[in-house]
């Protein structure tokens, strides 16, 4: 019994059960992947076939040309030799293209596949994994990570194919001309074998760190790039140098030790091939010599041998090259198996809204700690406009993106007309809103496709008559290409307030019941602002609109307004109940407009 459990030693066998061992990923990655390919790997395993019999008869023909040409002269022989030899190597390099053609095909397919597959796991990500995620990071697993998953198999379908059976039909050759010599050869395999072993755990751990150096590479370059107006005007070149100095200065470091590491199993491979060979050479040429054996059958032996060294020195670097490789396969199915915490729930169904009440119940919430809502209440009546407004800080964002359901709550309730918004599906909740933020993001496609992303099906009518209700018709017919015009990667090519612009004519062609407006007409100057919230005004009639406003004075006309602090609702009211009252809405006009307490001033105020 007790043999039995130290048979069942699971240290002992962990090697192929750990799910993040080379066996294992190995397998998975093998069977999503073989199984649609298989027809196409079975033709390249022909080819492969083809390239391993062509070695191994270039060596078994050694035999004939020395004993027929050389030691016969048989001057006949001389031109069928030449033949044979002419076809071996013709057969060789017409396989050898068909395997690469076949395996490069297969190899582009996969990495498209993987990224696609990559990508759209990313994009069912929750807010919270992007919170916690870089950029760089993300554009790493996804580029490197499809590129060494295609590495991998190529690697072990060459490796375990070509390799593998050129090796075997050279041993064969080896062992049909002289088994006692075969023996003397293949004694190097063990040590071999045992050496490379010892290297695979160190490659693993430098290219672990080699990866996590190349994401900050990134992350720095993409920091650089997007906070190019922050980097220059605080003269910060220095210091992203220096970052950048530092993690690829790590990824020379370790790709050096790492390369030195995998360099060692050459001279170990040299060393014992040079043993083996000189062993071969001084018992063969002894044997020929002294004993008079076929001198023919020990040059098809020497052939067979040195040209076995190549396809063994590839199978024993295998491991090595592996554990270097499945770094970016290991961290590239840790994002396909990080499934979204936030799902639509068993049963979800369709939102449907009547009349767009939503109401806010005890809610309680935080990013981590502390909390940013703690047991917020508040109703936005149906077809009202309700201001949320307070400190920075306060949680009037974070109501936004609750929502929309960016997040969940920890506790708590948010219902939009008695609809538990958890109990409906996620599409049909955002169909049913329209925002425009302060942050206002554009595509890097056109104008006329940055509008449509409120309504795809919009026609370009319907595109157009937004844009003039948001008062960007103008500008947008003033620019090469008009509505055919690229607004540049984040909207480059446009100010803030015609990028602001933008998105409120999304929000318009949208035409959803619901209207999350943050400071949506923060970047424009009086004139445009004027206009456009005369087409606000016109779009939040009969619809729920929820406003965040920093400048009081755009929320005067709200239904009603809700003041936040700590996250919670401390006063409600309209503009003229609240001033009215000593409390913190009437001490933040106060502050925002440099109002006195004089009964005249206050008045004036009130209106």
């Known amino acids: 019994m007790e043999g039995r459990l130290k048979l069942h030693n699971p240290a002992k066998w962990q090697v192929w059960t750990d799910p993040e061992g080379t066996v294992q990923l190995v397998k998975r990655l093998l069977v999503e992947n073989g199984r649609a390919y298989a027809p196409k790997y079975a033709l390249a395993f022909v080819f492969m076939a083809f390239v391993a019999g062509s070695t191994a008869a270039s060596a078994w023909i050694m035999k004939d040309v020395i004993n027929e040409v050389f030691v016969n002269k048989d001057p006949a022989m001389v031109y069928v030799i030449a033949a044979a030899v002419l076809v071996i190597f013709s057969v060789k390099g017409a ?15 996969i990495v498209a596949r993987l990224q696609k597959r990559l990508f759209q796991r990313l994009t069912q990500q929750d807010m919270s994994y992007f919170d916690r995620t870089a950029l760089g990071d993300l554009a790493v697993r996804i580029n490197q990570g499809a590129g060494d998953a295609r590495g991998v198999i190529d690697m072990i379908v060459v490796t375990l194919g070509r ?9 064969f050759v080896m062992v049909a001309q002289d088994p006692l010599l075969s023996v003397i050869a293949l004694v190097i395999m063990p040590p071999a074998v045992i050496g490379v072993s010892l290297l695979v755990r160190r490659v693993r751990k430098h290219a672990k760190s080699q990866f996590v150096s190349s994401t900050r590479i990134m992350s720095v370059l993409q920091e650089t790039a997007l906070g190019i107006r922050i980097v220059k005007a605080f003269g910060v070149e220095p210091e992203m140098r220096r970052r950048m100095d530092s993690a690829v200065g790590d990824v020379e470091k370790q790709a050096n030790k790492i390369a030195a590491l995998s360099a060692r199993t050459s001279p170990l491979m040299e060393t014992l091939g040079g043993f083996a060979v000189g062993m071969v050479i001084l018992y063969g040429g002894y044997s020929v010599v002294e004993l008079g054996k076929d001198p023919g059958a020990f040059f098809s032996f020497i052939t067979a041998l040195l040209l076995a060294y190549d396809p063994a020195r590839r199978l024993a670097r295998l491991q090595v090259n592996l554990s270097k490789s499945l770094v970016g396969v290991r961290l590239m199915y840790e994002l396909l198996d990080d499934h979204p915490a936030l ?44 201001a949320l407004v307070g400190a920075s800080g306060a949680g009037k964002s974070t109501v936004f993106a609750l929502l929309e359901r960016f997040y969940d709550v920890d506790r708590g309730s948010i219902t939009i007309d008695g609809q538990n918004i958890r109990d409906v599906t996620v599409e049909s909740l955002r169909r049913n809103i329209a925002v425009v933020t302060q942050d206002t993001f554009l595509f890097d496609v056109s104008i006329r496709d940055n509008i449509a992303l409120g309504r795809p099906e919009a026609t370009f009518d319907e595109i157009r008559q937004a844009a003039i209700d948001a008062n960007a018709d103008d500008f947008i017919m003033e620019m090469p290409g008009g509505y055919d015009a690229p607004a540049g990667e984040g909207g480059g090519r446009l100010s803030g307030g015609q990028r602001q612009r933008i998105a409120i004519a999304r929000a318009m062609l ?4 619901i209207l999350l407006l943050d400071e949506a007409t923060s970047a424009l100057d009086a004139e445009s602002e004027a206009k456009v919230q005369s087409a606000l005004k016109r779009l939040m009639e009969g619809r729920t609109t929820l406003v965040i406003a920093h400048r009081l004075s755009t929320v005067r006309d709200a239904d009603m307004i809700q003041v936040f602090d700590r996250g919670r609702v401390i006063e409600n009211g309209t503009h003229q109940s609240l001033f009215q009252q000593d409390g913190v809405y009437r001490r933040l006009c106060e502050l925002q407009f440099q109002e006195s307490r004089k009964p005249d001033t206050e008045q004036s105020a009130a209106e």
């Not at 396989?95 to 690469?100: C, E, I, L, R």
């Not at 390799?163 to 041993?171: A, K, P, R, W, Y």
């Open 163 to 171: 390799d593998l059976l050129t090796l075997i039909g050279l041993v």
């Open 95 to 109: 396989a050898s293209y068909g395997q690469m053609i076949v395996l490069s095909r297969i190899g582009n397919s």
């Open 343 to 386: 799902v639509d729930a068993d049963g979800a169904a369709e939102l449907a809204v009547p009349k767009g009440k939503v109401v806010i119940e005890e809610v309680r919430f935080s990013y981590g700690e502390p909390s940013v809502l703690s047991g917020l209440s508040m109703v936005a009546e149906a077809g009202k406009t309700t």
């Open 510 to 513: 949208r035409n959803a019941p």
